[in-house]
């Protein structure tokens, strides 16, 4: 097939899984790729995986700072109506350039791309979730408080509520223009059915075991948790854990990020210095130095909220280290409970005694370990993946199923 791939992306999961889908697809079929400039570039880089590689500039426009703050959703509504008028020159570019299919992947600012409104080429959208913004409740912080000043103009503002609806209004129908819809787990085909009212279809991401694998290196005292630091990424909920386990079996908690955003770090350090707690922060970890990091930890914690999906587990188990993972999102479809790890409920209680439990153990550790290689080699290959992926690329590229038989299938 010849296929366009569209994204904007910044880095994190969605990128890696673009990166491993697209390398695999170039070694069978005729790949380019359309990008925007503000995307993420060089972390997992397409470019030696594609036959052309091209790039759209586009800028956000510069956010106000206090005291003009307020105008930051007005703002952030231009960004999205620019995009728009982008995408549809972008598309019209696709559509000349005649492939057989259009794989389009999440746009950072508008979640979907409004790209798929505009493409006339048959086209398959990766979904991993819907905006959180408009149908999950937002996650409380000290530092998001409101003075009383603040609650009452947010009262009467018009721009917050302009911004949700040109989103959710902009979303909803780039959506339902998708001739397909993919999506990560069981979990998240839920969620997006009760968001748009659609059918998704279940591809699941897998894990290179060439990246990820076990390493002959000693264990160390410590537990590792990856992940954007920003506060669905549940590391506070991590802390609160830990504090509830004796001093002198509190290992230290690693958090290795991508993406920090610099409020939550601050919160998380105050946290744990008040609870006692020892937290390292890594920023900007390679791939190398986190091999090592699962490799040494004597077990992997996993609590964001409601993830859709979540490569940590799976990478964690490639590397043979047990993961102890709440029980929600589509984090109950990677770990197998008393197999490859624990999955507990948020509670900081159960989740310490949990790890207590399995750290005092270290032979239990190491069974739990050992099986979370045989489970990632023969339920989470890209191989398995790949396969999956090409079917439902070759049935939107067939012309002759019409867009409501893929929606609703």
Known sequence: MRIAIYHNLPSGGGKRALYEMTRRLATRHSVDVYILSCAEHDFCNLRPHCRRHVVFPFHPLPLARSPFGRLNQGIRTLDLLRLRALQRQIAAQIDAAGYDVAFIHNCQFGQSPSLLTFLRTPSV?????????IYEPPVSRPYTTFTRGQRLGNLVDPLPHIYRR????LDRANVWAANLVLTNSAYSRESLYRAYGIFARVCYLGVDTGSFHPLALPKEDFVLSVGALNPRKGFDFLIYSLAVMESSERPRL???SNHTEEREQQYLTQLARRLRVEVEFRSRVSDRQLLALYNQARAT????????????????????TLVVGVR???????ILH?????????DPQAFATALSKVLADPVWANELGRNGIRHVQGAWT???SLSQLEASLQVAANRNMAIGDLRHE
């Open 166 to 169: 040109v989103l959710a209004t």
């Open 301 to 320: 914690v996993y609590a964001p909220i409601m993830e859709p999906f979540g490569f940590v587990p799976i990478e964690s188990m490639a590397c043979g």
């Open 125 to 133: 959208y990766y979904c991993a979730e819907p905006p959180r913004l």
């Open 382 to 384: 890209w191989e398995a």
């Open 328 to 334: 929600e999102g589509g984090v109950r479809e990677t």
């Open 338 to 346: 008393g197999v490859t790890g624990l999955l507990v409920e948020r």
């Open 254 to 256: 690693v958090l290795a």
